[in-house]
């Protein structure tokens, strides 16, 4: 007597995994596992006498918790800065940004006059179509290399 369930009612729980399991199969594009996305990575084509370049990117965390980015690396480059593009008194100048924050299910534009990925000193020639590896380092022991591309802005 403790057998007695329905034939239909097995069948019923099969389709429900099956549909799940089609619904979640089909999903082009599901959320990063790590919860954040970065798209849109470039640097911008160096004039030929440039001592530094500028990367810019877009991020969105797709978490409910804040994701800070910490630092930068990229081989090559005698520095790798976190820089923010700020306006004192009609001056414009770049400081060192320790923590940047990218709110939960919120994105961050990294773009000319505000955020933006410094490196400095290097030795070879950069063109456009160049791919330069980035690695970005995030608090919660993220960190994800990113192929930049370097172009000339349209
Ligand atoms: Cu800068």
């Known amino acids: 007597m403790l057998n007695d369930k329905p034939a239909s009612c097995i069948f019923g729980y099969s389709l429900s ?10 999903n082009s594009s599901p959320p990063p596992s ?38 930068a690396k990229a081989d090559g480059f005698n520095q790798v800065m976190l820089h923010q593009s700020i306006n004192e008194n009609g001056q414009h100048k770049m400081e060192h940004a320790e923590r940047i924050i990218i709110p939960p299910q919120g994105s961050l534009q990294f773009q000319h006059g505000s955020y933006h990925i410094m490196l400095m000193g290097f030795q070879t020639t950069i063109k456009s179509g160049d791919k330069i590896p980035i690695t970005l380092i995030f608090d919660n022991k993220l960190e994800k290399t990113v192929h930049f591309i370097v172009k000339t802005p349209d």
Request: contains cysteine.
């Open 34 to 71: 790590s919860g954040l996305e970065i798209t849109n990575a470039w640097v911008r084509t160096p004039p030929p006498s440039a001592g530094a370049l500028a990367g810019f990117m877009h991020l969105k965390n797709y978490s409910d918790t804040p994701i800070a980015l910490l630092q």
């Open 17 to 26: 995994f099956l549909i799940l399991f089609f619904l979640s199969a089909c």
